[in-house]
Structures are given as C-alpha cells and as structure tokens.
C-alpha cells in the first residue's frame, strides 16, 4: 500500500471511531482535512469516492446503487436538502444518505475540505452549496 492509502485509511477509522451520531458530518471532515485530505469527490450511482490528498489521490470504489441503463433522476432541490437534514440528525445510514440524494436527482458531490463546502450536482449542472460548520478534534 501507498503512504497516501495508509494515511486515508488510518484518518478514516479514527474519524469513524469518535464521529457523533449526530453532526457526525464536520467530525469526520476535520478529521480528514487535518490527515491531509484537500477534496472527496463522489460519483453516483456508482459510489466512487475519490479522495485527493497531499500525500496523493485514492479512491475507494463502493457498491453501486443501481445496475444496468436506468434513468437519471430529475434534481430536486428540496428532496436534497431533506435528505440532508435527515443525515444531520443521525436519522439515516450513509447508505441511506447516498440513495436519497441519488433520488434527489445528485450525479456528483464535491467536498471541499478547506473552505468547508460541499457542492451537489445534477446531471444538467445544477448545483446546490452547503457550508459545514467548523468543529475541534483533537490533534492525532
């Protein structure tokens, strides 16, 4: 393995182990922006998370949320954010998370780790931007 794979790896369980059930979002974030993680980008359905690092890019290939030629959502703003703000309160699974802004008509979502931003994309390029609070972890 790569130093930068063995790093993601390791900011990714420790992020895991102290993230709160709910919030737990800008927990994980800190976590990987002080390991060295500027970006994740995120692909849907095909839950590919690419993660671009300073020690350099990873991604981690996840079970896809549909098979086969399928129709591409219309993006509805609205589902999103409700999709959203059911994750916020710790009332879904991130897999959960995923397929309700697939739903929500999201090919693509950026995070942006030092300006705290997540972007969400249409398949038609619309966009919505989501700032994420700042929050202390602890040093590792």
Same mark, same amino acid.
């Given at each position: 393995?790569?130093? $930068?794979?063995?790093?993601?790896k390791?900011?990714l369980?420790?992020?895991? $182990?102290? *993230?709160?059930?709910?919030g737990?979002?800008?927990?994980?974030?800190?976590?990987?922006r002080?390991?060295?993680v500027?970006?994740?980008?995120?692909?849907?359905p095909?839950?590919?998370?690419?993660?671009?690092?300073?020690?350099?890019?990873?991604?981690?290939?996840?079970?896809? !949320?549909?098979?086969?030629?399928?129709?591409?959502?219309a993006?509805?703003?609205? #589902?999103?954010?409700k999709?959203? *703000?059911?994750?916020?309160?710790?009332?879904?699974?991130?897999?959960?998370? !995923?397929?309700?802004?697939?739903r929500?008509g999201?090919?693509?979502?950026e995070?942006?780790?030092?300006?705290?931003a997540?972007?969400?994309?249409?398949?038609g390029?619309?966009?919505?931007?989501?700032?994420?609070?700042a929050v #202390?972890?602890?040093? *590792?």
């Amino acid at each position: 393995m790569s130093a $930068a794979l063995d790093n993601l790896k390791a900011a990714l369980q420790r992020a895991m $182990a102290g *993230r709160p059930r709910v919030g737990g979002f800008p927990y994980l974030a800190e976590t990987l922006r002080q390991a060295g993680v500027t970006s994740n980008q995120w692909s849907l359905p095909a839950c590919q998370s690419l993660y671009l690092t300073r020690l350099g890019p990873v991604v981690i290939q996840g079970t896809p !949320l549909v098979s086969g030629p399928v129709d591409v959502p219309a993006f509805h703003r609205e #589902a999103l954010i409700k999709a959203l *703000r059911t994750d916020q309160a710790g009332e879904s699974t991130f897999a959960e998370f !995923l397929a309700s802004t697939w739903r929500a008509g999201v090919v693509r979502y950026e995070v942006n780790f030092d300006l705290r931003a997540v972007t969400y994309t249409g398949a038609g390029g619309e966009e919505y931007v989501e700032a994420y609070p700042a929050v #202390a972890v602890a040093e *590792r």
